[in-house]
C-alpha cells in the first residue's frame, strides 16, 4: 500500500453517560481536538446515545469531532416502533451511523440481510457508514476467522455501488476484544485487514479496497493506539470505553493523525 488513506477515529459511546455528562464530554472533546492541528488531518466522530445527538450535536457546533448515531432503521419512516430513521439522523445533522456493531449482529442477533438494508440505506440516504464485522473468539479458535469476515463483507456489500465505497469505513472487530481489555495483537488485526480488503477486492477491484478506510477496534487506548496505527493496514480505530475521557480520545487521535506524518 503507497499513500495512507485519511486515519478514522470513531468514539463510540455505547448506552453510557447522561444529559449533562454528555454534553461536558462532547465540550472537552471539541476543545481537546480544537487545540491541535488536527481537523485537517483526520476524520474525527463521536457517536452518543440517540437521546443526546442534538444536545451533543448544538456543543460540537461545526466540530471536530463530527456527529454520528450508533444505528439506524433498514426503512424509511412509518410504523416502527423504536426505531430511528435516516432522514431523522439528517435532522439532527449527524453524517455518520454505525452499521453492525457486535452489540447488535451478535447481541441482538441481527441478521446479515437487515445489515446490509442499514448499510445501503445509509448511504443512498447521504449518510457516511461505518460498518463493522469481527470474529467470535470460537471461530478464531477453529481457524474460521478468515472465512466469517469474508461472509460478512460479502453479504453487507454484494450489489452495493462502488461509488458509493468513499462514503464507507470498515471496522474490523473481534467480538473477543471488545469491552475486554485484550486487545487483538497488531499482526493478527493486520492479517484481518487483508482478508476485509481482499474480499473487497474480489467484490470491486484491488485498488478500491486499498482505498477503503478499514480501521480496528476492541479495547483500543492511548497506550496502544501508535503501535496499531503504524500498521499501513489499520487506517484508525472504533473506540468504545477510551472514548469516554476527552484527553484519551484525543491521544487516540494523535496517534492515527500521526500516520500522515
Ligand atoms: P472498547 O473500546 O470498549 O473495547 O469497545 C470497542 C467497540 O465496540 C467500539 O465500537
Same mark, same amino acid.
Given at each position: 500500500?503507497?499513500? &495512507?488513506?485519511?486515519?478514522?477515529?470513531?468514539?463510540?459511546?455505547?448506552?453510557?453517560?447522561? $444529559?449533562?455528562?454528555?454534553?461536558?464530554?462532547?465540550?472537552?472533546?471539541?476543545?481537546?481536538? #480544537?487545540?491541535?492541528?488536527?481537523?485537517?488531518?483526520?476524520?474525527?466522530?463521536?457517536?452518543? &446515545?440517540?437521546?443526546?445527538?442534538?444536545?451533543?450535536?448544538?456543543?460540537?457546533?461545526?466540530?471536530? &469531532?463530527?456527529?454520528?448515531?450508533?444505528?439506524?432503521?433498514?426503512?424509511?419512516?412509518?410504523?416502527?416502533?423504536?426505531?430511528?430513521?435516516?432522514?431523522?439522523?439528517?435532522?439532527?445533522?449527524?453524517?455518520?451511523?454505525?452499521?453492525?456493531?457486535?452489540?447488535?449482529?451478535?447481541?441482538?442477533? %441481527?441478521?446479515?440481510?437487515?445489515?446490509?438494508?442499514?448499510?445501503?440505506?445509509?448511504?443512498? #440516504?447521504?449518510?457516511?457508514?461505518?460498518?463493522?464485522?469481527?470474529?467470535?473468539?470460537?471461530?478464531?479458535? #477453529?481457524?474460521?476467522?478468515?472465512?466469517?469476515?469474508?461472509?460478512?463483507?460479502?453479504?453487507?456489500?454484494?450489489?452495493?455501488?462502488?461509488?458509493?465505497?468513499?462514503?464507507?469505513?470498515?471496522?474490523? %472487530?473481534?467480538?473477543?476484544?471488545?469491552?475486554?481489555?485484550?486487545?487483538?495483537?497488531?499482526?493478527?488485526?493486520?492479517?484481518?485487514?487483508?482478508?476485509?480488503? #481482499?474480499?473487497?477486492?474480489?467484490?470491486?477491484?484491488? %485498488?478500491?479496497?486499498?482505498?477503503?478506510?478499514?480501521?480496528?477496534?476492541?479495547?483500543?487506548?492511548?497506550?496502544?493506539?501508535?503501535?496499531?496505527?503504524?500498521? &499501513?493496514?489499520?487506517?484508525?480505530? $472504533?473506540?468504545?470505553?477510551?472514548?469516554?475521557?476527552?484527553?484519551?480520545?484525543?491521544?487516540?487521535?494523535?496517534?492515527?493523525?500521526?500516520?500522515?506524518?
Amino acid at each position: 500500500m503507497n499513500h &495512507p488513506n485519511r486515519p478514522f477515529v470513531g468514539g463510540n459511546w455505547k448506552m453510557n453517560l447522561r $444529559l449533562a455528562s454528555a454534553v461536558e464530554l462532547a465540550e472537552d472533546v471539541h476543545a481537546a481536538l #480544537s487545540n491541535q492541528p488536527l481537523a485537517a488531518d483526520l476524520d474525527a466522530v463521536v457517536f452518543p &446515545p440517540y437521546p443526546y445527538l442534538q444536545a451533543v450535536g448544538r456543543a460540537l457546533g461545526h466540530g471536530p &469531532p463530527q456527529l454520528g448515531a450508533q444505528d439506524l432503521a433498514d426503512h424509511e419512516d412509518g410504523a416502527f416502533t423504536g426505531q430511528v430513521s435516516a432522514g431523522m439522523l439528517d435532522d439532527l445533522d449527524a453524517r455518520w451511523v454505525i452499521v453492525g456493531h457486535s452489540e447488535r449482529r451478535h447481541g441482538l442477533e %441481527e441478521p446479515e440481510s437487515v445489515l446490509h438494508r442499514k448499510l445501503v440505506r445509509a448511504l443512498t #440516504s447521504d449518510l457516511k457508514a461505518v460498518f463493522c464485522v469481527g470474529e467470535t473468539l470460537a471461530e478464531r479458535e #477453529s481457524g474460521m476467522a478468515e472465512e466469517v469476515l469474508a461472509r460478512q463483507v460479502r453479504s453487507g456489500f454484494s450489489g452495493v455501488d462502488q461509488g458509493l465505497l468513499a462514503s464507507v469505513v470498515l471496522a474490523y %472487530e473481534p467480538v473477543w476484544a471488545i469491552g475486554t481489555g485484550r486487545t487483538a495483537h497488531p499482526d493478527d488485526a493486520s492479517q484481518a485487514h487483508r482478508w476485509i480488503r #481482499s474480499t473487497l477486492a474480489d467484490l470491486y477491484d484491488a %485498488e478500491l479496497a486499498a482505498a477503503t478506510r478499514v480501521v480496528y477496534g476492541g479495547s483500543v487506548t492511548a497506550a496502544n493506539a501508535a503501535e496499531l496505527f503504524s500498521r &499501513p493496514e489499520i487506517d484508525g480505530g $472504533l473506540v468504545g470505553g477510551a472514548s469516554l475521557k476527552a484527553e484519551t480520545f484525543a491521544a487516540i487521535c494523535r496517534a492515527a493523525a500521526a500516520r500522515l506524518a
